[in-house]
């Protein structure tokens, strides 16, 4: 996935109000940007990080500048905008990629299903064969070495794992993809310190057969690619 247009760098200042972040840069001094990130983004949005941000043709948004990218004290790109995780995984699995994904004929994203009213982020369907239904998800969270999903209580999450489950019980095939977003992750783990009720439902989804695969991004100010298949620890 390439930007569209050129990110422009500045110095993080503080994050508040949930989607709101200053930022300070020679150019412009200090301004607001819209973070479209739902989480806590601990260790991610930190004072004196540097940040890249997008700008808008929409001359009638509020704030026209949109935080994309972070760079940690130890020089890690990390993506903050959460949109862009279905756009990188769809790209992927559009270009053989995730090899755990390919040969299938049709590409479908956002399409309603489900006993709770959900939306799926991939679909995938072929002639002959089980309709594979794939959950994306974006993993930031970094502590001591290992990478955590997710980084605050999720219920929306909760939802989307049942509604796996439900999937795989009926003869598709389900998918919960988490899409590493954070240059100093290796690996993923359910964050059970964080949200138990969502590691737990994990587990009985891969003990009921739902497929938990992990892939990790290569950031740059010009462009996110998926790179390599990172190990998830499940249990």
Do not use: W
């Not at 002959?128 to 990478?147: F, H, M, W």
């Amino acid at each position: 996935m390439k930007f569209v247009n050129s990110l422009d760098k500045a110095t993080l200042l503080k994050r508040y109000k949930r989607f709101l972040v200053d930022l300070h840069c020679p150019q412009r001094g200090e301004f607001t940007v819209h973070c479209a990130n739902t989480g806590k983004m601990t260790g991610c949005a930190d004072a004196g990080f540097d940040a890249y941000y997008s700008t808008s043709d929409n001359n009638k948004r509020k704030y026209p500048h949109s935080l994309e990218l972070t760079k940690n004290s130890q020089g890690a790109f990390i993506c903050v905008n959460t949109n862009h995780a279905n756009h990188v995984a769809s790209e992927a699995i559009e270009q053989g990629v995730i090899c755990e994904l390919t040969d299938y004929q049709y590409h479908q994203r956002e399409i309603k299903y489900g006993q709770e009213n959900s939306r799926i982020d991939i679909l995938l369907t072929s002639k002959n064969r089980p309709a594979c239904y794939i959950e994306v998800k974006s993993v930031t969270l970094l502590e001591d070495k290992q990478g955590y999903f997710p980084d605050a209580q999720t219920l929306r999450g909760q939802k989307h794992i049942r509604e796996l489950i439900t999937l795989k019980s009926q003869g598709a095939r389900a998918v919960l993809l988490f899409i590493v977003m954070h240059e100093g992750i290796e690996s993923v783990t359910p964050a059970k310190h964080i949200d138990p009720k969502y590691a737990s439902l994990l587990t009985q989804a891969y003990e009921a057969g739902v497929e938990v695969l992990a892939y990790k991004a290569a950031i740059s100010e010009h462009e996110i690619t998926l790179s390599h298949p990172v190990p998830v620890n499940v249990g």
